[in-house]
Nanobody
Framework: QVQLVESGGGLVQAGGSLRLSCAASGRTFSSYAMAWFRQAPGKEREFVAAISVSGSRTPYADSVNGRFTISRDNAKNSAYLQMNILKPEDTAVYYC????????????????????WGQGTQVTVSS
């Protein structure tokens, strides 16, 4: 069992930056692919970014590509999402997720592939 705790959300003006963190419990973090998803009010949860076990593959949603960067630090059992040039449409609850069945280089973008989820952190971008 893995527990995930997100932090770093908040209120920021358009064009600003935030860095989200996801702290994981357990000793097997390094064997999980990690991802960030988000859900805006009245909308379905959507994929934002993911990182493979090896860290070599990092797919992004088109809407955030070039503005967001996902990373991981296995020594700290943590994953991160650096968000730059934020837009009002980025406003959502952001969730960290872990995929325990991922291979070293494979990484998936579907929410149904992820076994563990955090509680979410709110990101609000004002115009």
């Amino acid at each position: 069992q893995v527990q995930l705790v997100e932090s770093g959300g908040g209120l920021v003006q358009a064009g600003g930056s935030l860095r989200l963190s996801c702290a994981a419990s357990g000793r097997t973090f390094s064997s999980y692919a990690m991802a960030w998803f988000r859900q805006a009010p009245g909308k379905e949860r959507e994929f934002v970014a993911a990182i493979s076990v090896s860290g070599s593959r990092t797919p992004y949603a088109d809407s955030v590509n070039g503005r967001f960067t996902i990373s991981r630090d296995n020594a700290k059992n943590s994953a991160y999402l650096q968000m730059n040039i934020l837009k009002p449409e980025d406003t959502a609850v952001y969730y960290c997720a872990a995929d325990r069945t991922a291979t070293v280089v494979n990484v998936r973008t579907s929410a149904t592939s992820y076994n563990y989820w955090g509680q979410g952190t709110q990101v609000t971008v004002s115009s």
